[in-house]
């Protein structure tokens, strides 16, 4: 396994909706253990395929505090959103040392394949929920910037630039 490069904002592959998975075979399958071991050495809990590059609707999750509860996530999709809308603070890798609060669903079902082609559904709520949300909005070319005002999205992207010319 190995460690890929994460792509920061604003590069625009972070804004482009991804294409399908077709192929299940080997380099998948790598490329998914090389995003999680990238997504645990971060640290962080989700990574999508453009924040490493590849424009692909592909994302890896473990919410686990034993960081032992990968979950493989190939061509998914919401097919179910509750009513029960709830703000908590979110963060991106994409977006380093960036958080904002986002108002989200609960609790979503989420049909995807695994890294076999297999057929799997997911009911979640709470964090996991949230960061499937936040996972499959990436594959969609959106970043959780895009769901706070423009004001607040000015605000983070100044405390960024600042970051940056600190740890320069
Ligand atoms: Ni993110």
């Known amino acids: 396994m190995s460690l890929l490069p994460i792509i920061e904002v604003p590069d625009p592959i972070l804004k482009r909706p991804t294409d399908r998975v077709e192929q299940y075979d080997d380099d998948l399958r790598r490329l998914l253990d090389d995003m999680l071991e ?47 809308i709830v703000q908590a603070e979110e963060g991106c890798l994409s977006l380093p040392g960036q958080y904002a609060d986002i108002r989200r669903p609960d609790a979503v ?39 706070i005002s423009s004001l607040k999205r000015n605000m983070v992207m100044r405390k960024l630039a600042k970051r940056r010319k600190l740890n320069a």
């Open 38 to 84: 990238t997504m645990y050495d971060a640290p962080g809990i989700g990574l999508a395929g453009p924040q490493v590059g590849v424009s692909r609707r592909l994302a890896v999750i473990d919410i686990s505090e034993e960081k032992n509860e990968p979950v493989r996530l190939v061509n998914p999709s919401i097919v179910w959103r509750s009513d029960t």
């Open 109 to 147: 079902h989420v049909c995807y394949l695994d890294e076999y082609g297999r057929e799997q559904r997911i009911e979640a709520d709470g964090l996991l929920a949230r960061c499937l949300q936040h996972e499959i909005d990436h594959l969609d070319g959106i970043l959780f910037t895009d769901h």
